[in-house]
């Protein structure tokens, strides 16, 4: 099957053309980063605005590159949720269009599973499997038994890795998103600085980061009130370690516990350096076989959900019309 993906859940407005779930013919992604930029975050309103202006020449363009038409396509995948309603609601009025004036059978998409589809594209995903997925809103540990099927075994309680990474390099003075500059300004800098670990109780595979985000604060405002100065790399450093020896160790415990081999890197927060090096180390230890997605399919594109939209489709796991965005969408 040859499907188009479109994915507009937060800032990168993206669409795509996949073949067979496995083949890139084709991957455009607008970002509004810059738009964003000197507001410090993501303003939704804007972003929805931005959307509607980008959205029709994307899903030409990546229709153009593929050098298909509609004619050709199999399915249209859309992100869902979960994600801005504003958003989510463009994608999904612009492939309900697509498919109510083609006929061309309709897939709603978890963006999750998106994250996780992403590795298919550089090698086939092999069942039984965990997952570990850090983006900007999410931080989970997911088991994949077979196609489409997911089971939660770990989540975040409070921040997100990425809402962390974005956070602590605000508090740092490091312009938004905060993840590659944090990643880029540890590289400079050594972990001297003791910060915490959250591993919580000894059997959970959740997270928590926000206290370690509480303790970053409290330690530049204490040096402030002494009049002294933490080294902003070292503190980026130490910070990242602290996030990245968590998130390692806990899922090579998911692994284990499943008694599984092959462990996923999904989401945003999986294009960190420290990140990848320190669970390819780890994963090299364990006997583990790490897939780790190339770096422009870890954030946020529409290939990864033409290609987990193309295993529902070839599932039966088709959508109505009433398809709607569901900001607040379960994976499980
Ligand atoms: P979600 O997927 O949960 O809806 P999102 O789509 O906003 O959230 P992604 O696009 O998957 O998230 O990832 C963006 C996040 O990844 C941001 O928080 C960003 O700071 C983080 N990020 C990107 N590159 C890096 C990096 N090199 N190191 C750490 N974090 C990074
Ligand atoms: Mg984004
Ligand atoms: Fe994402």
């Given amino acids: 099957p040859l499907v188009l993906g479109i994915e507009t859940s937060c800032d990168e407005t993206s669409a795509a053309v996949v073949e067979k779930g496995e083949r890139l013919l084709s991957n455009v992604i607008s970002s509004q980063m810059k738009v964003h930029r000197r507001f410090g975050g993501v303003v939704p309103e804007v972003a929805s605005r931005r959307h509607v202006e980008r959205i029709t020449d ?39 269009a697509l498919s109510f004036s083609t006929g061309l059978p309709l897939v709603g998409v978890h963006h999750i599973a998106g994250h996780i589809y992403a590795s298919h594209l550089v090698e086939p995903l092999q069942f039984p499997l965990v997952a570990l997925v850090v983006s900007g809103g999410h931080t989970e540990l997911i088991y994949m038994s077979e196609h489409n099927r997911f089971e939660r075994l770990g989540r975040t309680r409070d921040d997100a890795a990425g809402e962390a990474f974005d956070k602590v390099a605000r508090v740092l003075g490091l312009p938004y998103p905060g993840g590659p500059e944090i990643d880029r300004l540890a590289r400079t ?3 001297a600085i003791d910060l915490p670990r959250a591993w919580l109780e000894p059997d959970s595979l959740d997270f928590s980061f926000s206290g370690l985000k509480s303790a970053v604060i409290n330690r530049l405002h204490n040096a402030k009130q002494r009049g002294e100065e933490i080294p902003a790399a070292d503190l980026a450093a130490s910070f990242q370690e602290s ?10 415990r998911a692994v284990q516990g499943k008694e599984v081999d092959r462990l996923v890197l999904a989401g945003g927060v999986s294009a960190n ?10 994963c090299m230890e364990e006997g583990i076989h790490l897939s780790v997605p190339p770096l422009e399919l870890c954030t946020d594109n529409a290939g990864m959900i033409a290609t987990a939209g193309t295993f529902q489709y070839l599932d039966g796991q088709l959508a109505g019309m009433d398809l709607n965005a569901e900001p607040n969408l379960k994976l499980t």
């Fill in 273 to 282: 350096s420290a990140l990848r090096k320190q669970l390819k180390a780890r």
């Fill in 189 to 191: 800098g050594t972990p």
């Fill in 58 to 96: 994307i899903i030409q363009q990546a229709l153009d590159e593929a050098k298909v038409t509609l004619a050709d396509l199999s399915a249209v995948a859309v992100t869902q949720g979960p994600g801005l309603v504003g958003a989510l609601l463009i994608g999904v009025s612009a492939a309900k």
């Fill in 243 to 252: 996030v990245v020896e968590v998130l390692t160790e806990k899922a090579i």
